[in-house]
Structure formats: C-alpha cells, structure tokens
C-alpha cells in the first residue's frame, strides 16, 4: 500500500526512469514521472511517420542477471517482450535478444504500468524546486541531469559534479526509409548488426521485425561516421547512408525519409556505482546508463538502485 505522506518525483520515463517507478511501487511509495516528450521509453524509442513505425533508438536487449531476466519473463508473457533473435549474421551466437511488443517502448511502458505512478507526458521540468515532493530522481543523459540541477539552485557538490561533467557520450544518427515495396536482402527477423563497418552500425527492417505494417528502415550511423556528418544537411546525411546500406540491402525504393539525431547516444565510460546522491528536501539521486554500463540492464538496474538510496534517505 502506498504511503500518501511521501511521494518521489522521477524526471525521464526510459527504462531507468519506469524501473525507479516499479521499485518504489513496491516499497510503497508514490512516482510521479515527468517526460518531456510524448513517449515514454526514452532511447528504447518508437517513431510514427504515416503509417509506418520504427524503432529508432535501441533495437533490442540482452538479459544476464537474474533480477532483469526474471522480469523480462514476466513481461513476456503479459505480452510487451518476446525474443527477436539469437544472434546476426550467417553464424548466430544463439543468445537472446529481445525486443518490446509492439515496439521498442513497450518495456518502459510495461513496467510505468505496473507502477501506478502518476505518468506526466509532454511536461518538461524546467525548475526542480517547483516541484512539491520528497525526493527527486533524475534520470535523463547526465549532462541534461546536471544543468537542470544547477539552473534549480540544486546542484551536486564539487567531488560530484567533477566527476559527472567528466562523462562523455557517442553520437548516433539514424535514418529512416518508408519504402514503396518491402526491401531484399534482409535476414529473418530483420536485423543486420554490423560491429567492423566504419559506416553503419545496424540496419532494420521494421516490417519483418513485427513492427511496422508497411515497410520501413531504420538505419544507424557508426558513431565515428555519426560524428563526422553531425553537423551535414540531413539530405547528406539521407543520401550517405542510402549509398552505404545498398552494400547490404536491395530494392531501396524510398517513398519518404526522416532522420533522429541522438547526442547522447551512450557513454564512452561509466562510473562503477549504480547511482549518486545529494542533498536533503529534496533528496536527490542521479541515475542512468552512465552507472553500471551503456546497456538496457544496466539502466534498468541503476534505476532500481536509485529507488533504493531515495527510499533510505527519505524515510
């Protein structure tokens, strides 16, 4: 039962976000969330453009520990996971990759579900201390955390903040094709990861994913290639990967395009605890993909952390 006298404020709904929600569901405390775009999921994103669909973001995920694995499973079978593959390429390594259903977003959604946190899309938070509550877990890509913090008169102390402003994330672009007719080419299940390719790093086919009911492609830049073409017309950028991905796919016949430019497509390096504190009313934490790894699980168990510590300090 939720305790009505203490409540947290979690600003981001990506998975770290909604895991932070779960936790505190289960230690009896009200969430309410705060998203500044009209998804949650966060790089675990879903693009509409007509009537197709992309994931446009992450493109699946891994399950190693215990705890994640046993709730994947879960939502697996209420229906908003199931395995994608095990494995790329003419040799599969045969591990499970997973993916959301009906999209990359739905894990996210899922567990904000399972919360009953009070969900505030499209409600950007401009001023921390505007905000009436407990605790406040920030969950956003560390530098946005820390310039909201500080514009808020709530900033980390100095051995803190020296150590978050230290982090650095890659680039990532991702184009995305509506297509006139479905590509060839393609592998079962739709996904190409490309690990060496100084170009591209993952092409796919939302339409053979399970995605998208038309065809559409999602393809995303190498982080080096990302880098190099930040700051280029997205028709160069469009017509760079186009000519790239004909090296892997054929019968690109493009009826629209759009493109995403993810800044903070992950971190170069990751700080080993699995989340950070400061401050009392509010207590604040820190958390995200910069603790414990740039990988799904880790977000998902920096978020669980994070719900832990606000828990302790605000009780």
């Known amino acids: 039962m939720s305790n009505s006298s203490t ?12 895991a932070a929600a ?3 569901s289960q230690l009896g405390i009200l969430a309410d969330v705060y998203e500044i775009d009209s998804n949650v999921g966060g790089r675990m994103a879903r693009f509409r453009f007509g009537e197709a669909v ?34 790329f390429g003419e040799t599969p390594d045969g591990y499970e990759r997973w993916r959301g259903v009906p999209d990359m977003t739905a894990l996210a959604a899922w567990l904000l579900r ?13 001023d921390l201390g505007q905000l009436s509550t407990s605790g406040i877990i920030l969950t956003p890509p560390i530098p946005v955390s820390i310039s909201l913090a500080r514009d808020s008169g709530l900033e980390p102390p100095p051995d803190l903040m020296s150590r978050l402003e230290a982090i650095q994330y890659k680039r990532t672009i991702a184009v995305l094709l509506v297509l006139h007719s479905p590509p060839a080419g393609m592998p079962p299940g739709g996904g190409i990861q490309l690990l060496d390719d100084q170009d591209l790093a993952f092409i796919t086919d939302n339409c053979e994913k399970g995605v998208s009911s038309v065809p559409a492609i999602t393809i995303h830049l190498s982080n080096d290639a990302s880098l190099a073409l930040w700051d280029q017309s997205d ?10 991905t004909k090296s892997w796919v054929e019968g690109l016949d493009v009826a629209d395009h759009s493109i995403t430019r993810w800044r903070y497509a992950g971190p170069v390096e990751v700080l080993p605890e699995s989340s950070a504190s400061w401050g009392t009313k509010p207590s604040l934490v820190i958390a995200g993909e910069a603790f414990n790894g740039p990988k799904v699980e880790g977000a998902f168990t920096s978020g669980i952390d994070a719900a832990n510590r606000v828990a302790k300090e605000i009780r």
Not at 56 to 80: M, P, S, Y
Not at 114 to 126: F, I, M, Q, R
Request: zero cysteines.
């Open 114 to 126: 399972k919360s009953g946190a009070a969900l505030h899309v499209e409600s950007p938070v401009t």
């Open 54 to 87: 992309f994931d446009h973001g992450a493109q699946f995920f891994t399950t190693r520990g215990n705890e994640f694995r046993t709730l994947v499973e879960a939502a697996e079978t209420d229906g908003a996971a199931e395995v994608w593959t095990r494995g």
């Open 22 to 24: 779960y936790r505190l």
């Open 235 to 244: 028709e160069a950028v469009i017509d760079f990967a186009i000519e790239k």
């Open 7 to 18: 409540n947290v404020a979690i600003i981001g709904a990506g998975i770290t976000g909604a």
